[in-house]
Structure formats: structure tokens, C-alpha cells
């Protein structure tokens, strides 16, 4: 039986890949490894925990001998490596914890591959980046898989190092490595920290809509299960040692996303049109925050057939959806560690 580590597959993205894997290679076994964070949550999962070819292990990527003993456990084949603190705003609150996690934990998992992997032959080492790592557009251009590296928050500093040391890995020591660097996911189960689920949530309990700066930063949406797809593809027809980028064609500026989204939660809510949007606050700006970022997806598109399958309007009807009818999931995840997080974050605003 084929073994595949999946890092981080109880947070947003993971939890749908673990999903599609479980389900789409029933010969495959899949190996969640989770520290469980407050971002981690394995209500995401619940449906296919029984699968008799899943596995949930508990573990920090950032302990190196812990990432050797499971390799030893498991011998396995291949790794979707998820596993990331993913929060802008926390990063600019707490590097550290992004240089250990993103940059170290990365590093540890491709030095267990590296000794595990003497046989090269049907391996594979694949690290899921984001397109935040080539820094800022102004109004025109997109990001294509050679625009130079300028990353800008610690966030995006220690995932633009770590896809630096996967391809150091490759180039170096020959592991066969494939990097994807994806744009703004959405979709059922991300944190309620990122913009929409906190703005979805925060309409639901008629709490203000915190807007940074003038809300005029554009984002390139795609749809979460699009992502996952797009894993699936590449991690199982993406040439070794290359790079694709994911994006969904779907650029927006902040303001008008947040308007569409206020009138739709009107609809679901039964609210009078315009109550939505009378909670929108601006504030203080996020520091260095980049302006613009948008994706060419084109290479993928052309060399594995890959493209969004979800209408913008389709994927976020549907996710407003999931998290109305998932309102226990939410009161859960803002219960804990979070809730002060971010009680403390708004005052400072
Ligand atoms: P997330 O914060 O929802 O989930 C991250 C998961 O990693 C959580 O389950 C958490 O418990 C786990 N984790 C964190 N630190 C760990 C550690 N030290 N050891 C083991 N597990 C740990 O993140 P996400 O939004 O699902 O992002 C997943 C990956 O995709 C990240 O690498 C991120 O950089 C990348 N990415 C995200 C987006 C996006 O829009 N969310 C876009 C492009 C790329
Ligand atoms: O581009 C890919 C990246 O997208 C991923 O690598 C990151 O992991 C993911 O978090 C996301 O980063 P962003 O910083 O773009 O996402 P976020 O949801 O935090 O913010 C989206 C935009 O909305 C951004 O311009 C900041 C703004 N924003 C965000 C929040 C949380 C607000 O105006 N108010 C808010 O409260």
C-alpha cells in the first residue's frame, strides 16, 4: 500500500485534501499530521474518520525527531506538505512563530524525506506555497512562475524561504520536489479570522466589519475545492522540480467583495436590504499591507488541464451557506484561544 504524508490536513485547505485523497485513492494511505493549533480542528474531518485508509497523527513538524520517527512509521511514498501558521496580522504580531513553523518545519521534513528517500524512484516531495511570496502588484500585470521573489510580511518572508530551501533540496541533494504557490482561498471551514468567514460571522451576530485602510487592496479568490484539485493534479502529474501557480481569475478590491457579500447576507438573513453594510468600519490599515495580488494561471492551465470549475457568485453563495448551517462549528472555533485573540487585536484598532 502506497503511504502519503499529508502535513497540516486539519486546518482549511488540508481538510479538503485529506478529504479528496481518502476518498478518490482508497489504496492510498493517508497520514493526517497535525499539531492541531487553534487553526486545527478535526470536526473538519469527521465524515471520513472511520476510512479505513486514513490515519491522524499528532505531531509539530517542528520537532525533527518526531518527523524521522513517523517516517520510520509509515515509509512513505510522498508528502502534501499543508502544515503553516497562515495568518497575515498574527505574523506581524508574532514572527516566530511563522520562522519556526513555516521555515524550520519545512526544513525538518525535507531533511527526514531526504534520508528516508534513497531510492528516489516514484517519490515525491511537494510543498504547497502561496502567491503572497512574489510581494505587491500595482494596477496592472500578474504573477507568473518566474516573477522575481519580494515578499513583504513576516508571513510571506518565511513561506518565500521555505520555497527557497525546497528547491535548495532539490537542487542539492536531488529530491524530487514540485511547489505550488496558490492565491485567496475560500470555502467551508477556514478560521473566522481570515476576511470572509470573520465578515460572515460578524454579519451574523451584527458586529462591526473592520475594513483596513480604505478597503481598495484587490484579491484573487478561488474557490477551496478548485485548490484541492488543482493538489490532486499536480501532485500527481506535475513535473519534478518545477513550480505552477494556482489563482482563480476572480480579482476583487476588498470594498466591493465585502458590498456583494453584505447584500447576499441580507438575502439569507431576511434582513432589509442595506443593514449589512451599515456595519462596515474602516480602520487602521495592516502594516506593509500589499496591494495587490493576482495570479497567471496559464501554465497550469495548458500542461495538466487544470482551471476553476466554481463561478465566483456559485462559490460564495455556497460557502455562506455552509457557514449559516454550520453555526456550532463556528460558536466552537471561537471559543477558545481565538476569541481573546481576537478581542484583543479589534481593541488595539
Ligand atoms: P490553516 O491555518 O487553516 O491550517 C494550517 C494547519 O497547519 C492547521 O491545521 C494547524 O494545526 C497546522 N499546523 C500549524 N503549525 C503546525 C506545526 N508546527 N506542526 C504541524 N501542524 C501544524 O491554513 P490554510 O489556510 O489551510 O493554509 C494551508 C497551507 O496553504 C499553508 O501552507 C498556506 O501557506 C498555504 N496557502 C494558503 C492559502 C489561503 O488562502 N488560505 C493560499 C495559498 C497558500
Ligand atoms: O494570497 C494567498 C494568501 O491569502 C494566503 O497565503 C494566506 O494564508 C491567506 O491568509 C490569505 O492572505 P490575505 O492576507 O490576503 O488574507 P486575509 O483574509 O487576511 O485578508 C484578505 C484581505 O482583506 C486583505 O487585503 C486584508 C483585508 N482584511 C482582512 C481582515 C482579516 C480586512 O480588510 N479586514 C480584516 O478584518
Redesign the pocket.
Known sequence: MQSILITGGAGFIGSHVVRLFVKQYPDCRIVNLDKLTYAGNLENLRDIEDAPNYVFEKGDIVDAEAMFALFEKYQFDGVIHLA?E????RSIANPMEFIHTNLVGTVNLLNAARHFWKDISGKRFYHI????VYGSLGDEGLFTETTAYDPR?P??AA?ASSDHFVRAWHHTYGLPVVISN????YGPNQFP????P??INNIINSKP?????K?E????WLYVIDHARAIDLIYHKGQIGETYNIGGHNEWK?IDL?KVLCKIMDQKLSREAGTSEKLITY?KD?AG??MR?AIDASKIQEELGWKPSLQFEEGLSKTIDWYLANKAWMDNVTSGEYQNYYTEQYEKR
Not at 497562515?86 to 496580522?89: I, L, P, Q
Open positions: 503553516a497562515s495568518h497575515v496580522d506555497s502561496t502567491d503572497e510580511s508571513y510571506s513561506k496558490c492565491s485567496n482561498n479570522e481570515k476576511l470572509l470573520l465578515f466589519l473592520p475594513v483596513y485602510g478597503g487592496n484587490v484579491r484573487d476588498n465585502i480602520v495592516r499591507h500589499d495580488y
